[in-house]
């Protein structure tokens, strides 16, 4: 530039903003929650519902009911992956037009809870059983709400927004008054019955557990082969083929039993268990009656081995093999003697493996049942099974439907995984440790077989083996007495349109009344349904809501009188739980003050067994849906967020809840995420130490960079989270910061009287509207349908792509170097459009970000964007013609900007505004579109030449567009000192070493 040559710079207009390049989240966060607990935004949100309540702007209800979480420990990042999602889902359907409602919760009863203060009095040397129940439970209660006051600050720091002064606490007055409601529903429509059936149990915490409370762990078990020896044979008909006379014939089958009997008595039915501790309850043994089984007999035996020759087993044909190679046995030291069919195997008498044994007082005298069973294959084990019907359900299923319960049912197991004192040889023993390792049964078990000849082997095995996922310790199956809902009685409550029995309507609610994301939700709950047993309702623990009912004194389960069911004496219990909770339950006097003076309290049993807890969050719907204000009309959830570990859970419990009181699903969608794991696709764990706190991310980088990872992730399968990928989610962070800056720096001072219709708009500004009337559709139907990775996915493609990368970069030189042109204005008119769209369709992700930069626009002690809806956006802004002419446009400038790049690389030129390519075009219609606008400025280059002529063999291609080539040419002409093009007019007019349009606007 000459020294005479005036400086422009202070003539463009260029952006101007003070939002910083760096967000500052970590501190910045903490000062938007404050603001918008000033402003009180989720009240306002209500308050503004409740006035248009009755007028055409009325909004339609929307509630996400809130699974409730433990109150017991700090947040992990699953916890900050679900409130998120479940904040999204709250936020985009508010500013959607919803009157979007979210009542937190909690979980506040049951063992997590209870473990936690019996660690604090094993720490201290203190005996629970030795404390006052009441007291214990004002303990747990103690830990719950300083637990739930920790974790609501550790939500609300995510950006979570909600009715935060009141949730939900399953331990509140009125919440226990309406679990014991709800339990008192299935006493009354004769649901509930108490039975003796095998339950997962944990000897540690010595309580049921439900399915839903166990994980899944490899354990190393014992494992052994053990003969129960054949004592009789009854045999079945035989009638031999043949002209043989009635004597000879009797003769002869006189002699093919004597041969059997021979060959069998004295044999022994070898089975395989991985539970030895359940061999002293072994009431029977059964095979499979389409299996192939043979008698083996040993012909010659190593030493150190169990086997002796002579020996002879029953085994299946496909399992022989096997078992004697476990035997130490090899292929030449055994023989198969015969086939033994299912015909033969059923006329068996077989005894215990301690049978006689001295000092067994007679235990295990008594003949083994033994008979066929569906359940029996020969693809592992031996092909007979050995069935302890009190803890196996398979087993307890078989003799339940043979009416032979009486028969098979043993209580050998206490509740705390010991054996009865009086059991011969195994009394006291236990099968778990205190703290949950291996006890000292299985092997005194073992042992004792093994002295009495009763094993042909053992082993170790590692399985995947049920465990409680508070303790961490192993869980036993065992027979105990408990509260059951049965779903397959008819309830008979009148509520019959989807069913007569809870398990009918669960089933028709899944597939008539809810929707599924992802789809496979339906499948899984579906089949668990189908499938599942009745339903366990009680717990052996102190802190719930116990099960208000009582029992006759004498009288049988399954006596018609065995439960008092009276109104009056329910109301009673009702009114005292909701004046002083459910402790009323355990105070003196309780039982006489409940059953009044129509029921002498010396006639009836107080039960003190408190319901599983799944019991009572399924029952939430109840006591927040239906009751409280802030609820829903008709008691029903639009949706209801977890993991997907709850359709065993949550999703389970609260569908046969309202099933069996509302007579249908509370929820009309369940929506459900996957796991979070780390970098390389592993489980966190602490041992490993590879777990991410959310505290720790939101230190380091702030909440919304948290919101972005999840708004990213396909939530429906397993995310990973680590190091790496939060770096390349705040750089992504960065890309889309940067443009919302840019946006704010261009609409600075932009004014109404600047507005440009749409009609009077350029093509580019008019297809710019036509992809936001695009988006706009794409954002609504992506909220509806919970799909936050594939709206955020579009929106930062468009922002940082198509903005940035495209529109941004064209309108540069007219936002910063046009006069008060029309085309200026319109640009910002778009641009306007823009922000209020690009804001309120990311606020929902990006809570505090969209905050600074709608404030930045916007400020004002009331100002907030999430007190704003997504803008409607008219339906004539989308012009497909418009679209389809601007997809050639911008296929020929990609090609035009991949030649120029060539150029620059080779350092032809430092920028595109010193080139003036000749761009060929083949196809007539491409060719009219580019020659109708300025494809210059669209290509960013200072002049443009196109041409029909046919491309010559030095123009750039590229293969993926046919039919454009370009030749570089360089621009001719000066450098305009203001904007930068060469043209050849720069220097002709009044200012200095301008081009024409920058010399108007200066004039």
Known sequence: MCADTPEYKDTLNLPKTDFPMRAGLPKREPEWLERWESIGIYDRLRERAASAASTEDARKPFTLHDGPPYANGHLHIGHALNKTIKDMIVRSHQMMGFDARY???????????????????????????????????????????????????????????????????????????????????????????????????????????????????????????????????????????????????????????????????????????????????????????????????????????????????????????????????????????????????????????????????????????????????????????????????????????????????????????????????????????????????????????????????????????????????????????????????????????????????????????????????????????????????????????????????????????????????????????????????????????????DHNPDDWDQVFDILDVWFDSGSTHAFVLRDREDGTEDGIADVYMEGTDQHRGWFHSSMLQACGTLGRAPYRNVVTHGFTLDEKGNKMSKSLGNTIAPDQVVKQYGADILRLWVAQTDYTADQRIGPEILKGVADGYRRLRNTMRFLLGALSHFEESDRVAPAEMPELERYILHRLAELDHVVRRGYAAFDFQGVFQQLFNFATVELSAFYFDIRKDALYCDGDTQRRRAARTVMDLLFHRLTTWLAPVLVFTMEEVWLERFPGADSSVHLTDIPETPADWLDEPLAAKWVKVRQARRVVTAALEIQRSDKVIGASLEAAPVVHIRDKEMLAALTSINFDDICITSGMSLTGDPQPAEAFRLPEIDGVGVVFEKAEGEKCQRCWKILPDVGTHAHPATCARCNAALT
Not at 443 to 449: C, G, P
Not at 577 to 593: Q, S, T
Request: with cysteine; net charge negative; glycine share 8%.
């Open 103 to 597: 009542i937190p919760g909690w979980d506040c009863h049951g063992l997590p809870i209870e473990w936690k203060i019996e660690e604090q009095y094993r720490k201290k040397g203190k005996n629970k059983d030795e404390v006052e129940v009441i007291d214990f439970r004002q303990e747990c209660r103690r830990f719950a709400e300083g637990w739930v006051d920790v974790q609501r600050d550790e939500f609300k720091r995510l950006g979570v927004t909600g009715n935060w002064p009141a949730p939900y606490l399953t331990m509140d007055f009125h919440a226990e008054r309406v679990i014991a409601e709800e339990f008192q529903k299935f006493l009354m429509n004769g649901t509930l019955y108490q039975g003796s059936k095998p339950v997962m149990w944990s000897p540690v915490e010595k309580t049921a557990l439900a399915e839903a409370e166990v994980e899944y762990h490899d354990k190393e078990s014992f494992t052994v082969w053990v003969k129960f020896r054949v004592s009789n044979v009854d045999f079945p008909d035989l009638t031999l083929a043949g002209e043989e006379t009635e004597a000879e014939e009797g003769r002869a089958v006189m002699a093919a039993e004597e041969q059997v009997a021979h060959d069998l008595i004295g044999a022994h039915v070898v089975i395989w268990t991985t539970t030895p501790w359940t061999l002293p309850s072994n009431k029977a043994v059964v095979f499979g009656r389409d299996i192939s089984y043979g008698l083996y007999e040993v012909t010659g035996a190593p030493e150190e081995c169990w086997a002796a020759e002579g020996d002879r087993f029953l085994l299946a044909d496909n399992l022989a093999a096997d078992v004697f190679k476990r035997a130490r046995l090899s292929e030449d030291q055994y023989a198969r003697v015969r086939s033994v069919s299912a015909d033969l195997l059923a006329g068996l008498t077989l005894l215990h493996p301690l049978a006689g044994a001295e000092g067994a007082n007679g235990e295990w005298d008594a003949p083994r049942d033994f008979r066929a069973a569906d359940f029996v294959t020969d693809t592992e084990g031996t092909g007979f099974v050995h069935c302890a019907p009190s803890h196996g359900m398979e087993e307890y299923e078989l003799y339940r439907d043979l009416n032979m319960l009486d028969k098979v049912i043993t209580y050998n197991v206490l509740d705390d995984g010991s054996f009865r004192p009086d059991l011969p040889f195994f009394g006291g023993s236990y099968i778990l440790s205190r703290k949950g390792g291996e006890g000292d049964a299985n092997k005194k078990i073992i042992d004792k077989l093994a002295s009495v000849g009763g094993l042909l082997a053992r082993g170790k095995i590692k399985h995947s083996y049920p465990h409680s996922w508070r303790s961490k310790a192993p869980v036993i199956f065992r027979n105990t007495p408990q509260w059951f809902a049965a779903i397959d009685r008819e309830v008979g409550d009148g509520q019959d349109q989807y069913g007569k029995t809870i398990r009918q309507r669960a089933l028709t609610s899944i597939d008539q009344l809810v929707h599924w994301t992802p789809k496979t939700g339906r499948n899984r709950l579906y089949s668990m349904i189908e499938d599942r047993p009745d339903w366990v309702l009680s717990r052996q623990r102190a802190w719930g809501v116990p099960l208000t009912c009582f029992t006759k004194k004498g009288a049988l389960p399954t006596d018609p009188a065995f439960l008092l069911r009276d109104e009056a004496v329910n109301t009673r219990i009702l009114e005292a739980f909701e004046a002083e909770g459910a402790d009323a339950w355990y105070k003196d006097g309780a039982k006489e003050r409940f059953l009044g003076a």
